[in-house]
């Protein structure tokens, strides 16, 4: 099952970029065995501003993808809850695992609405940059989880 964070924005080069790509890369190494990755980040321009344009942006790489949107209102996990959500998807067939985070002001209700799930990292907000690498840290977590590895410690 491929998995990709698509988030609306470019970041700048920063330290909260380089723990992105330092944990998608962990993850997309460790997942290899277990049919999970390759994990990719993909960052979306929207071409005018607001919810509705950066939905709009978000569309097209959503498609044949289980969605699940980072939402203030959504569902927080337990790191093992989370690794199991992704091993039950993998074995149900999903191709294709896609986590959206929006913009500054959140996602367009009606594309949270779309998802087929919700997931919240806590009642805290959060900047930008730090939920894409909170997300990111919780993807290889989950993989390394089913992997058996000593990462995750209960």
């Known amino acids: 099952m491929r998995i990709a964070i698509v988030a609306i924005g470019r970041l700048p080069r920063s330290p909260e970029v380089e723990l992105v790509k330092l944990y998608a890369e962990r993850a997309t190494n460790a997942g290899r065995s277990l049919s ?9 321009e929207a071409r005018k ?9 978000l569309r097209p790489h959503l498609a044949d993808a289980h969605v699940i949107a980072c939402d203030e209102r959504g569902t927080a996990r337990p790191s093992r809850a989370f690794a199991e959500e992704m091993a039950v998807l993998r074995d149900r067939g999903v191709r294709r695992l896609v986590f959206l985070i929006g913009g500054a002001d959140g996602l367009d209700p009606a594309l949270v609405a779309e998802a087929s799930g919700k997931l919240a990292f806590g009642p805290q907000t959060w900047p930008h ?3 894409r690498a909170m997300l990111a840290e919780q993807v290889y977590r989950a993989v390394s989880i089913l992997a058996g590895s000593p990462y995750h410690r209960d």
């Open 36 to 44: 999970l990755g390759p994990v990719e980040v993909v960052e979306v």
């Open 129 to 131: 940059a730090l939920a």
């Open 49 to 57: 501003p607001g919810k509705a344009a950066e939905a709009e942006a």
